[in-house]
């Protein structure tokens, strides 16, 4: 969601890009009756439970609905399921607890719920 920082791979310098990108040209492309977010959990660090953080995710997440305005559709976020076996460790679960809080508070607050 967040825009991706420069990285050097090969000796070469990599502009990062998000995944969000292209989200607003792509519904105003396709124009799809339901836009479904999902979310993976490989970023979660320990910043996924802090305040701060959570609000900035929110409001990335809020943004790029209200960009993709009508042409999205209805819009559903789907939550972060708990990770299995070897890639369950430390309290990953609570991080994944607070995302998909977060998540829910998103979603509510784009339907009004």
């Not at 660090?45 to 993709?68: F, K």
């Amino acid at each position: 969601i967040f825009e991706a920082k420069s990285h050097i791979e090969g000796g070469k310098r990599v502009e990062g890009t998000s995944c969000s990108a292209t989200w607003v040209e792509d519904v105003a492309s396709l124009r799809p009756d339901v836009t479904l977010i999902v979310q993976g959990g490989a970023f979660f660090g320990e910043q996924v439970c802090d305040p701060a953080w959570l609000d900035s995710y929110e409001d990335r997440i809020l943004s790029l609905v209200r960009a993709m305005g009508p042409a999205a559709g209805r819009v559903l976020i789907a939550t972060v399921p708990y990770p299995m076996d070897r890639w369950r460790w430390g309290n990953l679960l609570d991080r994944v607890d607070c995302f998909n809080a977060m998540l829910r508070r998103t979603e509510q607050k784009l339907t009004g719920g």
